[in-house]
């Protein structure tokens, strides 16, 4: 289902854009509160640089706003209608998530940003880094 060379693997996985080869993230913990958000400063396979400029993931907070909402909707649906239990403990249930999934929603804005700004190339490894 997820190959190399789709936008979906990278994202999912939190691969190196172009190549597809090496995890962006120095721990695969997420958990770890000092590990969330620790990335590479570049590829070791394709040495394409992760922080294109200063403050570049600042546009990963508005990404993150809507994934934080998918989950909140989510988990509305499956207390709320799915469940069926009442509205105070489905709001309880939605913070219980956002706060639960906190580290997952903040990678996965990385990871969905930094696939806008980059195409995967299969060559990438192949090729001599640019200076």
């Known amino acids: 289902m997820l190959k190399k060379g789709s936008k979906l693997y990278s994202i999912l996985t939190g691969s190196c854009p172009k190549c597809h080869e090496e995890s962006m993230y120095v721990s695969k913990n997420m ?3 000092s590990e969330t958000i620790h990335m590479h400063e570049h590829c070791s396979h394709c040495h394409t640089k ?3 400029e200063p403050s570049f993931f ?3 907070m508005y990404v993150s706003y809507a994934v934080g909402t998918a989950f909140a909707i989510a988990a509305f649906i ?3 209608l799915i469940i069926g239990s009442t509205l105070s403990t489905a709001f309880i249930t939605i913070i ?3 706060v639960v999934f906190m580290p997952v929603i903040m990678r996965l804005s990385r990871n ?3 696939n806008f700004f980059f195409k995967y190339d299969s060559n990438a490894v192949q090729r ?3 200076v």
């Open 50 to 52: 992760y922080k294109i």
């Open 31 to 33: 958990y770890d509160p």
């Open 96 to 98: 219980g998530a956002l």
């Open 112 to 114: 969905i940003w930094i």
């Open 58 to 60: 600042y546009g990963a």
């Open 128 to 130: 001599k880094p640019e």
């Open 78 to 80: 499956i207390s709320y």
